[in-house]
């Protein structure tokens, strides 16, 4: 494993409250907090991952800086095909950016031009539908909707092929919601709140399909954001801020019968954020030749320190103790599966790679293809050794 903290990835010092690899891997984008207003800004990911192109200063590594947000940036998402970033804040709206042209070394509104970018992304649709910070949104699977959610109770479902047209609002919850997390299979919304619940809401009607407080009864205290996390094969859901025992856990709620037996445990404070590695991973036991299929989740936590699990070991596969100042945000994988970033309230993020050997072999599409498939049919039962 690589773990680098590139020191120039920052908000001028200020909190960075999300972090989001573009689907290509060539760039990602932070979001947060500005002099003055919300910021986000586009940043080269070849300076991060490779240090000669680090020292070269022919290569640029911050691409674009945009601060049309009003207030605090707290979410931003590429869309699965990579046209769109959708960006949420606290002045209550989603702002849709798209790509425009290579900006050829113009200065970035606002920094007295100090700052040079090189590519210009415009603001191409501004959506309002929400009456509080909005504090995180997820693309579906395939770009058909944007769920965003916030401080006003609600989550809003956007047409993302009409925008600014929104399909519908779900009320349910009966407080702060933090997350929101698609089912890769298509049928559901999993949603998380201040009010101690889980919600998973049906794509079909946009009813609820359950609500789990159980493991978030004796959750004391808030996080800022509750960011959960489909598995990519969608046999479960993680949660952020769960307890067992009085200790933090990240809840792993099975899709079959929506079961809450088994955790992800042993940070020492409330779980902020969980993320899947979008690959279905397989590995050849060596004690019988059988080959074993799992996923692999990302868990951040107030404790400034980052766990990686899989979900046929018991343990961790790594712990990164006091990766930063303070809590853990936001956590993005690429989509190859190899390249992590990370990013903190103390305004810093930090750089993860794997390699094959220490995560396993990724499915190819067409196995991940079929083994989502299965659900169709109702005959896959994925179990947790």
């Known amino acids: 494993m690589k773990l680098v903290k590139p020191s120039w990835v920052s908000h001028d010092g200020k909190p960075i409250f999300s972090i989001d690899i573009h689907s290509d891997g060539s760039r990602f984008a932070t979001g947060g907090q500005?002099?003055?207003s919300g910021k986000v800004v586009i940043w080269n990911m070849a300076p991060v991952r490779n240090e000669e192109d680090e020292k070269n200063e022919n290569v640029p590594k911050m691409l674009c800086s945009m601060d049309n947000h009003l207030a605090c940036v707290?979410?931003?998402r590429w869309s699965k095909c990579g046209k769109y970033l959708a960006s949420g804040g606290d002045d209550k709206l989603i702002m849709i950016w798209q790509f425009s042209k290579s900006g050829g070394g113009s200065s970035a509104f606002g920094s007295?031009?100090?700052v040079?970018?090189?590519?210009?992304?415009r603001c191409v649709h501004t959506l309002r539908g929400h009456s509080g910070d909005v504090l995180d949104l997820a693309w579906s699977p395939q770009d058909?909707?944007?769920a965003t959610c916030s401080v006003d109770n609600?989550?809003?479902i956007?047409?993302?092929?009409?925008?600014p047209e929104i399909v519908t609002v779900l009320r349910g919850h009966n407080g702060l919601v933090k997350g929101v997390a698609w089912d890769p299979v298509g049928r559901y919304l999993a949603t998380q709140s201040d009010d101690k619940s889980l919600r998973v809401w049906r794509t079909s009607d946009w009813r609820q399909e359950t609500c789990i407080t159980?493991?978030?009864a004796e959750s004391g205290g808030t996080t800022l954001v509750l960011r959960l996390s489909w598995s990519p094969d969608g046999c479960c859901v993680v949660s952020a801020h769960a307890t067992n025992n009085s200790g933090p856990t990240a809840q792993i709620i099975e899709r079959e019968g929506w079961k809450t037996n088994l955790d992800f445990v042993g940070h020492r404070k409330a779980i902020t954020c969980t993320r899947f590695n979008q690959c279905i991973f397989s590995k050849t036991l060596k004690k019988d030749g059988k080959t074993q299929q799992y996923a692999c989740c990302a868990v951040g936590s107030r404790d400034k320190s980052l766990s990686v699990w899989m979900t046929a070991l018991k343990r961790p596969l790594v712990i990164v103790h006091d990766l930063f100042v303070n809590s853990i945000l936001d956590i993005s994988w690429s989509t190859n599966g190899t390249e992590m970033l990370v990013c903190s309230w103390d305004g810093t993020c930090a750089y993860l790679e794997f390699s094959q050997e220490e995560l396993g072999k990724p499915l190819s599409e067409d196995e991940k293809v079929r083994l989502k498939k299965l659900f169709t049919s109702k005959s896959y039962n994925k179990s947790f050794d």
């Open 144 to 146: 058909t909707w944007l």
């Open 74 to 76: 707290n979410c931003v």
């Open 116 to 121: 040079e970018t090189f590519e210009q992304w």
């Open 214 to 216: 159980e493991p978030f």
């Open 112 to 114: 007295g031009g100090k």
């Open 154 to 156: 609600t989550v809003v």
């Open 34 to 36: 500005g002099e003055s």
């Open 158 to 163: 956007w047409n993302a092929c009409k925008f």
